[in-house]
């Protein structure tokens, strides 16, 4: 176990809603990332927090937001669904000290299915 | 797009064999980190090994890295059934303080009793 949970654990939506997917930070963590996960492939960086700030994002459309609250939770956003965001969306919490990252652990992850 | 990329895609092996997963990358690294996954749920940190070492154990795992071929592999030695699951390589690139991981597809281990 690594402290970091998700919620929902499986979802599944229509195309063309808005989802939002929850992460609780291990404690004591200050920065979250996001990835995606779609079936046979490796996870896909969507962004990253870190002190209630996007950190850096990787090549997913503005349809994907996020945000990080004071406790270092955070939320993943994606509107106007389409049939490929059905995927397994995995959170990722650690402690950035002094601009290095410490590794990062994974919480169970949510799967989204987009019918 | 993907960084590391693991080899073989799948391997199968009797109970005690030891398991050897290879992955290799393009780009200057920080660290080069190994993950495990049961059955499509989480990521589950086994090693991270840094640029500047060339070696680590934990447990009946051994991680090798050699940054002037930009490959690394993961040693699992005598396996058990429990151990059935994807093993994934994820590095950090050099100059990076964001910590992105690059992943690659993994590898699908079968362990058979």
């Known amino acids: 176990e690594t402290g970091v949970t998700q919620s929902p654990t499986h979802l599944i939506k229509t195309r063309g809603q808005q989802v939002t997917l929850r992460c609780s930070s291990q404690?004591?963590?200050?920065?979250v990332s996001w990835y995606q996960q779609a079936l046979g492939q490796g996870p896909q960086f969507i962004f990253q927090y870190y002190r209630e700030e996007e950190n850096g994002r990787g090549n997913f459309p503005p349809r994907f937001s996020g945000l990080q609250f004071p406790n270092y939770s955070s939320e993943l956003n994606v509107n106007a669904l389409e049939l490929d965001d059905s995927a397994l969306y995995l959170c990722?919490?650690?402690?950035?000290?002094?601009?290095?990252?410490?590794?990062?652990?994974f919480g169970p992850g949510t799967r989204l299915t987009v019918t | 797009s993907q960084q590391g990329e693991e080899d073989p895609q799948a391997l199968s092996i009797q109970e005690g064999e030891n398991a050897t997963m290879n992955c290799s990358y393009k780009?200057?690294?920080?660290?080069l980190q190994w993950y495990r996954q049961n059955s499509g749920r989480g990521l589950v940190h086994l090693i991270l090994?840094?640029?500047?070492?060339r070696e680590k154990h934990s447990g009946r795992l051994r991680v090798t890295l050699d940054t002037s071929k930009k490959s690394s592999s993961l040693l699992i030695t005598a396996s058990r059934a429990a151990d059935t699951a994807s093993y994934f390589c994820a590095t950090n690139d050099r100059g990076s303080t964001l910590g992105r991981l690059y992943f690659g597809r993994g590898t699908q281990l079968t362990v058979w009793p």
């Open positions: 780009t200057s690294i920080n660290n």
């Open positions: 404690s004591g963590h200050n920065t």
């Open positions: 990722a919490s650690s402690f950035r000290t002094g601009g290095i990252l410490d590794e990062q652990y």
């Open positions: 090994i840094r640029s500047n070492e």
